[in-house]
Every structure is written in structure tokens, then in C-alpha cells.
Nanobody, 122 residues
Framework: DVQLVESGGGSVRPGGSLTLSCATS??????MGWYRQIPGKEREGVAA????????YSADSVKGRFTISQDNSKSTVYLQMNSLQPGDTAMYYC??????????????????WGQGTQVTVS
């Protein structure tokens, strides 16, 4: 079974930084994405990375502030978040699917999800 476990959430002041981690058991052919969700709103794709080719994708709302990366073993995916703002407050989830590409942000294509980690900026 594919397992995804997020960590690294917490509370931070505006302008601060956090790094989220997602430990994964997926194989090298998967696409890993980070999503966030505010209560009452739809889940939003934040960033994604191709585990095998290393290609990265990100939403316009976080470009220049958030960076997705993976470790050399390809078993952990990170989301480095800088210049955090109150609007970034949300539950953050990592997810996995078989391919990234132009539809990396389509949540319905992701088959596996972690339990989420809360990020609060205030």
C-alpha cells in the first residue's frame, strides 16, 4: 500500500517560513503534489514534482515563495514555504498519482492522500 505521512506544520508569524515534509512509500514513477484546503473551500493545488524526472510545477499564488523538492532517496518530498501570509493558513496535504504533466493540479487524479498538517499564519 502507498503511504503518505506529512509533518512540519505549525504556527508562524506573517513573513515567516515553514518546511513541510511528506514521507512516502511510492515508487519512482509517481507524481507527488501538495494541496491545501481552507474549511468550506475546495482543495487547491499548490505544487507538484515528478519523482523520477524531478520536474516541478507550482500555482501562481505561491510562485517565488514556495519550493517543492525531494531528497536523494526520493522517499521524502518537501514544501519550503517562505514569506508566509495569513492567506496561506490552511490544512496542507500531500498526494500521489502516476503522472504530473499539465494537469498536475487536478486533485481528482490523485489516488493517494496523506492525513494533512495544519499551517497557521497569524
Amino acid at each position: 500500500d502507498v503511504q503518505l505521512v506529512e509533518s512540519g506544520g505549525g504556527s508562524v508569524r506573517p513573513g515567516g517560513s515553514l518546511t513541510l515534509s511528506c514521507a512516502t512509500s511510492v515508487g519512482s514513477f509517481y507524481c507527488m503534489g501538495w494541496y491545501r484546503q481552507i474549511p468550506g473551500k475546495e482543495r487547491e493545488g499548490v505544487a507538484a514534482i515528478g519523482i523520477d524526472d524531478g520536474w516541478t510545477y507550482s500555482a501562481d499564488s505561491v510562485k517565488g515563495r514556495f519550493t517543492i523538492s525531494q531528497d536523494n532517496s526520493k522517499s521524502t518530498v518537501y514544501l519550503q514555504m517562505n514569506s508566509l501570509q495569513p492567506g496561506d493558513t490552511a490544512m496542507y496535504y500531500c498526494a500521489a498519482k502516476s503522472w504530473c504533466g499539465d494537469t498536475w493540479y487536478e486533485q481528482y487524479e490523485y489516488s493517494y492522500w496523506g492525513q494533512g498538517t495544519q499551517v497557521t499564519v497569524s
